[in-house]
Each structure stands twice: as structure tokens, then as C-alpha cells.
Nanobody, 117 residues
Framework: QVQLVESGGTLVQPGGSLRLSCAAS????????VGWQRQAPGKDRELITC????????HYASSVKGRFSIDRENAKNMIYLQMNSLKPEDTAVYYC??????????WGQGTQVTVSS
């Protein structure tokens, strides 16, 4: 079973940028769909981006499209999330998430991102 560990979350000012990392172990991410989800206080988890295992296309939620970008480095079993133009409403716990068909099967413990002045 794949284990995932996120890192990079911190306090950042509105308009700032942040890069999150996710390290996978227990198996290769080759052939997996990989992505990120987040959960803000009092809200449901939101899948914000996923790279499809079927055709490699990348999907973004409208809330982050144009500001966030996902990247994967299969050789290192790593997944990244570059976040730009951060807003207070981006405050959440961020989780990397992977799956055989879609981003839905395994996720880590999460990393806290707080956007505040």
C-alpha cells in the first residue's frame, strides 16, 4: 500500500506563493492518478487537482485554476503543488491523494496552509 507524506505548509501572506511536496513510499506512483485535495475549517474536502492515470490530463477545480499547478516526478516518487496568488480562502489542510483510476484511494496526514496578514 502506498504511504504519502506531505510537507511545506506554513503561514503565508495573501498574494504570496507556496510549494507543497508529497513523498510516496511503499510502491511506485507510475500508473497512478495523482492529485491534491484540501479541507478548510467547517467545510467538506475539496479535490482541487488531479492528473488522470488514463490519459495524463490535468484537472483543476475552478477555485484554484490559473493559480495552482501540480507536478509529478515519478523517478523520485514525488508530487508537488505550486500555489500562487494565495487568498485567505485557500487556508486549509492540504493532502496529496492518489488512486489507480482517479485521485481517491490513498492520502496522507496533510499539511496546514494558512493565508493571513
Amino acid at each position: 500500500q502506498v504511504q504519502l507524506v506531505e510537507s511545506g505548509g506554513t503561514l503565508v501572506q495573501p498574494g504570496g506563493s507556496l510549494r507543497l511536496s508529497c513523498a510516496a513510499s511503499g510502491g511506485t506512483l507510475d500508473g497512478y492518478a495523482v492529485g491534491w485535495q484540501r479541507q478548510a475549517p467547517g467545510k467538506d474536502r475539496e479535490l482541487i487537482t488531479c492528473i488522470s492515470s488514463y490519459d495524463g490530463t490535468t484537472h483543476y477545480a475552478s477555485s484554484v485554476k490559473g493559480r495552482f499547478s501540480i507536478d509529478r516526478e515519478n523517478a523520485k516518487n514525488m508530487i508537488y503543488l505550486q500555489m500562487n496568488s494565495l487568498k485567505p480562502e485557500d487556508t486549509a489542510v492540504y493532502y496529496c491523494i492518489v488512486g489507480r483510476n482517479w485521485c481517491e484511494d490513498y492520502w496522507g496526514q496533510g499539511t496546514q496552509v494558512t493565508v493571513s496578514s
